[in-house]
């Protein structure tokens, strides 16, 4: 009888009963010997059967339930993507207004010295280090996006990585608005300030959205937004999610640890080039690590969002965070595919491997 | 269902089949109830069983061991017995701490089935702290206090020592801050903020009296403010701002002097750090405001750990605490930014060690809670790993007044249970 084998099998396994298997039960009639040759009916004798069967199942081996994030729990909605591009974009120009904004209540050099700070007194500035801050950032960037259109999920986590994106940087406005840091050094030439001429403005946010806010390409001319540091944000953010959403096999390990020192690089040298304060690229840091695993918890625990007793639902923001997750169940499984639908069998997927079952072994 | 001696074979297979045992129906069909109790381990050597049994019998016969006590029972029972501890002790040893033992009496079974005296069953008795889900551990509430002292203590230290570096108003004239353009200096605003701040520290140090859990709740306060404190030196110390306001007057500097430097620390430390004690007079301390941090975290305790029925109470500390923050703005001694990023980080952290704190499962290191991460996770798995659930609000009258009022049984609402 098949029960008895799967019975046998039990005294192979290891403690844990590692063999997790569902067993769904049928009302089934065996056809089976009678015991004792008396009895006559058949009927409850098999059910009685089929009930020993499942208490000694029960009693003998622990099974849980693996459930496999199907499709109808992480599905795509790329209206929601839609929308958190929009707000990206959205606070990306915000940002730009508000630093032409600044710019003009910057205070001038010869009035407002540069502040004392422990990283300048240490090192000396060194002229090309920002170009290498902003190279990095490219790479990060362009490396994380390349990532991102392999992913198989690629409009959630774009949802995520837009929406994060756009926080970070209306927490920016909010702060360079309120104090103005003067210039950290003095090297820096702002550009002149323009009092009225709305017209001059404008031409300017346009040429700032434009180059990205990047002195390579000429558009790092306003001074003012210091606190905090938006470099800072975008490396240590392409980072976080490179990371995040790639495999966790040794050889991607490396590549982790790659993306980690272009990111770290960026980082130092922004100070280096004496280009934001320490304590612009120290709170951007805390800021966007903090917001992203605060995100990602609350997104990965389905028990956390159901508890009364869930203090991460306080923030201002935890309605948007509802609308854009509402439908997505389990934690984003790594998974990768083709972007445009090649024929499955071409690609030998490195990560399909390890899918969940690699994730759970690891937890 | 009838006495074991009176099965038929029917009754053996039903019973077999109940247990579990369907693969010993077969080989046992002819096998009546008297015959089952006899069953032992040799007959499990021979076939037809030994092709059957995986463990030798050993499950089967110690079913079958079970069977024999009810019988026992059954049959002491019909004879009228009266040591009734002795059914007791029958039934122990089937029932002790919910495992059934291996069934085996060391010598076999009772020679006419009575035993002269009863059978003691040792329950191990677990200590304290497993039994409870909240433990008070002091010792853990006193490393959480050393911490804070510590953290309170360096800060004193980098205020110092940054007071050498604030650069002179005349150098360094005050930031523009959209605050202070539409608001001009009050000059009475900063008592009114540290009388607040005063307030608040008392009423949730009453509060904290008052709770039941202090232990847990002094522990998890200490290290919330310590690492705020603690963030706080860092800031401060990687960049210097200006004083916000020419009406700051600044200690002078004392260039390598450290005995000065070490007394100011101390007054400092003694005067908490309150104008009003006259220990606020060091600069450079900004980024960002303690005072918003006590007033802020005083208030997210106290609530936190307050009956939700007196919404008027906390309402009058989130007045406090609100009035308090803004008197600090008004009378210009703290830059804006100051206290956005005070408020927010003392939120953060609040939120993000109770959300831990409550939850199992963030306490522990796993792909899916990133919060296990963060730099102090190891601190926070020492302080909350035996506290299990969620703290509630219970209150009880600190020890002295205890033993001052227990003459007499009270059925007092203190020490209730709060939803």
């Known amino acids: ?363 | 269902m009838k006495e074991v001696r009176l099965w038929t074979c029917s009754d053996v297979s039903d019973w077999l089949t109940d247990e579990g045992m369907q693969e010993y129906m077969d080989a046992l069909q002819n096998v009546d109830g008297p015959a089952l109790l006899k069953l032992s381990e040799e007959d499990f050597k021979a076939s037809p069983l030994s092709l059957v049994t995986g463990d030798s019998g050993r499950q089967l016969l110690e079913r079958i061991e079970t069977l024999r006590f009810t019988s026992h029972m059954k049959a002491h029972k019909n004879n009228n017995h009266e040591k009734s501890h002795h059914a007791n002790g029958h039934a122990g040893i089937a029932l002790a701490n919910g495992s059934v033992s291996n069934g085996k009496i060391p010598n076999g079974i009772p020679k006419n089935g009575l035993h002269p005296e009863p059978i003691r069953i040792l329950i191990p008795s677990l200590p304290e702290q497993e039994r409870t889900p909240y433990p008070t551990e002091w010792f853990k509430t006193g490393v959480a206090f050393l911490y804070a002292l510590f953290c309170f203590l360096t800060t004193t230290v980098v205020i110092s020592v940054v007071h050498e570096r604030v650069p002179p108003k005349e150098e360094s004239p005050p930031l523009p801050d959209k605050f202070f353009d539409l608001f001009d200096r009050v000059e009475w605003a900063f008592s009114i903020c540290e009388i607040n701040g005063m307030l608040l520290v008392g009423l949730w140090f009453t509060q904290w009296l008052l709770l039941k859990h202090r232990s847990i709740v002094g522990r998890r306060f200490f290290f919330i403010v310590g690492t705020l404190y603690l963030y706080r030196c860092v800031t401060m110390y990687v960049t210097t701002l200006p004083v916000p306001g020419m009406h700051f007057k600044c200690s002078p500097k004392l260039f390598g002097d450290w005995e000065a430097q070490s007394r100011r620390v101390m007054k400092m430390m003694a005067g908490g750090g309150l104008s009003i004690t006259g220990s606020h007079s060091l600069c450079g301390d900004y980024l960002y405001s303690g005072h918003t941090v006590m007033l802020t975290l005083t208030y997210l305790f106290i609530k936190e750990y307050s009956p939700r029925r007196f919404w008027w109470y906390h309402w009058i500390c989130w007045c406090l605490s609100a009035i308090g923050i803004f008197c600090i703005l008004l009378a210009h001694d703290h830059y804006t930014v100051d206290v956005v990023v005070a408020y927010y980080m003392t939120t953060r952290l609040f939120w993000w060690y109770h959300t831990m704190a409550n939850q199992q499962a963030l306490k522990e290191i796993s792909t899916g809670n990133l919060f296990s991460r963060v730099w102090w996770f190891g601190p926070f798995q020492y302080f909350e790993s035996n506290v299990r659930g969620i703290v509630p609000r219970n209150y009880q009258l600190p020890f002295l007044l205890r033993t001052m009022t227990s003459a007499r049984v009270k059925y007092s609402k203190l020490d209730s249970r709060e939803s």
């Open chain 1, 1 to 363: 009888m098949a029960a008895s084998h799967l019975l046998d099998d039990r005294e192979d396994d290891g403690p844990n009963g590692s063999c997790q298997v569902m067993v769904m039960m049928e009302e089934r009639t065996h056809p089976q010997a009678t015991p004792c040759g008396n009895q006559v009916d058949d009927k409850p004798k098999s059910t009685k059967r089929l009930q020993g069967f499942r208490k000694a199942l029960r009693k003998n081996q622990d099974y849980s339930r693996i459930s496999k994030p199907s499709s109808s729990q992480l599905p795509s909605e790329w209206w929601k993507t839609g929308i958190a591009f929009i707000w990206a974009g959205f606070n990306l120009v915000l940002t730009t207004i508000m630093i032409t904004v600044v710019n003009e209540r910057v205070p001038d050099k010869s009035v407002s010295p540069p502040l004392p700070d422990k990283f300048f007194d240490y090192i000396p500035r060194v002229e090309w280090a920002f170009s290498v801050t902003e190279v990095n950032g490219m790479i990060l960037v362009a490396l994380w996006f390349v990532q991102w259109l392999f992913l198989k999920h690629r409009a959630i986590v774009g949802r995520r990585f837009f929406f994060l994106q756009g926080m970070l940087y209306l927490y920016r406005i909010v702060t360079m608005y309120i104090t103005t840091l003067p210039v950290p050094s003095m090297h820096m030439d702002c550009a002149p300030k323009l009092y009225n001429d709305s017209h001059g403005k404008i031409k300017r946010v346009l040429q700032l959205v434009s180059g990205g806010g990047l002195s390579i390409t000429g558009s790092h001319l306003l001074c003012g937004d210091f606190l905090y540091s938006g470099h800072t944000v975008m490396l240590t953010l392409t980072f976080l999610f490179i990371q995040e959403y790639s495999p966790r096999s040794c050889r991607w390990r490396c590549y982790h640890g790659f993306c980690g020192l272009l990111s770290a690089t960026g980082v130092v040298c922004i100070l280096v080039a004496h280009e934001h304060y320490s304590v612009d690229v120290v709170v951007a840091y805390f800021i966007t690590s903090h917001l992203f695993y605060w995100y990602h918890t609350m997104a990965n625990n389905q028990a956390l969002r159901d508890s009364p007793h869930n203090y991460l639902n306080r923030t201002w923001w935890n309605w948007v965070f509802n609308f854009l997750e509402k439908n997505v169940k389990t934690p984003v499984p790594c998974t990768f595919s083709w972007p445009l639908s090649l024929p499955y069998v071409c690609f030998k997927n490195p990560c399909k491997s390890y899918s969940m079952v690699q994730s759970a072994r690891d937890e």
